[in-house]
């Protein structure tokens, strides 16, 4: 009998992880992406001697990584090496006040008895809280599968205990008084596509999972991380076909047995996993007479998440005194994420998360020079915006912003710069109404409300990746693949991984 095959949609880091997963598990394992680089979200732009990762820069829970390697005998360091990033972000307020958010306690409540004495009790209690939603919503819950409704009831008293069906924004006002400090204190749910005004308090989680893993770079940029996995890949026997979109997952007798390409090639196989947003798999790639629970009706029902107006830029000068990550904050914190996800409607104003790689890893660009990403929340495409018109302009402004603040100097100095839109992710990325994050992480669309893992309309179709339980971000997507572990078929004739060769330590 031949190895069961699994088909593996999207070389995304979640699809990268279940394919690593897959094969451990002994399937013959074939990776299909559609655009002409692996990563998806986490692909690297190459202009002019610069490196600019194109999606997420942020690593946190960095031991997942460590897992996926162990799982078929090599040592993650062997591929790609993490380095700590200290301050984890620099806040920066209009008002000129900075407030550098670190692992180190002491150095944290110092600032925040700076910004209000009265503050650190407060965050002191809050910490405790985000401990306990950490230790039931992440250690326990986020690798398990929610595809039945019981398993969603049997966890909503202990929600209800931990005060989750309040916001995140909420939830920290009850511990801090200083409107600063709560801005510090909920932009993290940004992060992962969430409104902190409108996303549940379970997210506070995040605040727990970075001050005890840390906030982590991988030299080399994330595309490192995609290099290191790819080359896993290779030497474990997958294949990794690039330029292959698939159009269509062929269903029989309520089964996924074959996918096709665009160029009509057909590839059998037991079972497909889809690194891809569910709402473009269900309506673009399953035939609507096999969907009874994602009719095109119920997937126009979502809320999708707010989308990224992200600039790219290199300079031939040096800030030295520049954080690895700022977050840029606005003269408007609720009103401008209303205008964002709510009104869609593209403000004057707006709030940037600055990223400079080369405080780090001076090779993201050539010597003497620095490497930027700045990325702005924007409303998604269905807001109408054209940003063919638009974009530009945006960008302009933005740049004109940095250099009048953070980086004076910056337009004498400009080396090269481009942008994506929203229209990056929806034609480039192929997510549903160019969301960055899939379905937006409200309450009414997480855990057992977001897409399953387990498709319920096709048996052996299975989803990983941020539109999917537990959602978006580096930790969730990589999560997303653990999950699998509880709902796939073992094969029924394990096909060997082949063993690992010597290990030598990567040079740092």
């Known amino acids: 009998m031949a190895t069961e095959k699994a088909i593996v949609i999207g070389s995304g880091l979640g699809g990268l992880a279940a394919a690593i997963r897959l094969r451990a598990r002994g399937y013959e394992v074939t990776v299909l ?44 360091a062997d591929y790609v090496e993490f380095m700590p990033v200290d301050p984890f972000y620099r806040v920066a307020f209009q008002g000129g006040e900075v407030f550098d958010y670190v692992g180190d306690e002491e ?17 002191r209690r809050f910490a405790v809280h985000a401990r306990q939603i950490f230790e ?57 596509g969430g409104n902190p005004f409108r996303v549940p308090a379970i997210y506070a989680l995040i605040h727990h999972l970075e001050r005890k893993w840390g906030v982590e770079y991988a030299k080399g940029g994330t595309t490192a991380i995609i290099k290191g996995m790819c080359r896993l890949l290779e030497e474990i026997g997958v294949e990794l076909r690039l ?53 095109d009706f119920l ?28 977050i840029i904050l606005g003269p408007r914190y609720k009103e401008l994420l209303e205008d964002i996800f709510e009104r869609k409607v593209l403000a004057e104003d707006f709030s940037l998360y600055l990223h400079a790689p080369t405080r780090s890893d001076a090779s993201m660009a050539p010597p003497g ?23 530009q302009r945006y960008f302009d402004t933005i740049l004109d912003t940095l250099d009048q603040s ?26 549903a109404g160019g969301a960055a994050f899939g379905p937006e992480p409200r309450m009414s669309q997480s855990a057992f409300f977001r897409y399953h893992n387990r498709s319920e309309d096709v048996d052996g179709l299975f989803f990983v990746g941020a539109g999917t339980h537990p959602g978006a971000g580096m930790p969730g997507v990589l999560t997303s693949a653990k999950v699998l572990e509880h709902v796939l078929p073992t094969p029924q004739v394990r096909a060997a991984v082949p063993a690992a060769g010597r290990r030598t330590r990567a040079a740092s």
């Open 299 to 326: 997937v126009r029902r979502k809320k999708l998440s707010m989308s990224l107006f992200v600039g790219y830029f290199g300079a031939r000068k040096t800030w030295p005194g520049l954080a690895h990550h700022t």
């Open 243 to 295: 330029s292959t979109p698939v159009v269509e997952i062929e269903v029989v007798k309520g089964r996924a047995r074959a996918v096709r390409t665009g160029d009509g090639e057909r590839l059998g196989c037991d079972l497909v996993v889809a690194n891809a947003d569910p709402a473009m798999v269900y309506t673009r790639m399953v035939a609507a007479r096999h969907r009874r629970w994602n009719s």
């Open 107 to 123: 150095r944290l409540l110092a600032q925040i008895a700076a910004f209000n004495p009265a503050d650190v009790e407060g965050y």
């Open 406 to 431: 953070h980086l004076p100097g910056l337009r004498e100095h400009l080396d090269v710069n481009f942008f994506v839109t929203p229209n990056y992710f929806e034609r480039e990325l192929r997510s």
């Open 369 to 391: 020079c620095e490497a930027f990403y700045v990325l702005s929340p924007v409303p998604n495409n269905q807001s109408g915006i054209d940003w063919e018109a638009r974009g």
């Open 136 to 192: 039931v919503g992440y250690a326990q819950l986020a690798d398990k599968p929610f595809d039945r409704a019981g398993s969603m009831l049997k966890i909503v008293p202990e929600l209800i205990r931990l005060g989750c069906y309040r916001s995140v924004y909420g939830l920290v006002s009850q511990y801090i008084e200083d409107p600063r400090l709560r801005q510090v204190l909920t932009f993290e749910p940004l992060l992962v």
């Open 33 to 76: 992406e559609a655009m002409d680089q692996p990563g998806g979200r986490a692909a690297v732009f190459q202009r002019e001697g610069y490196t600019f990762d194109a999606g997420p820069t942020v690593v946190t829970a960095s031991y997942l990584f460590d897992e996926l390697f162990a799982l078929v005998g090599r040592d993650r």
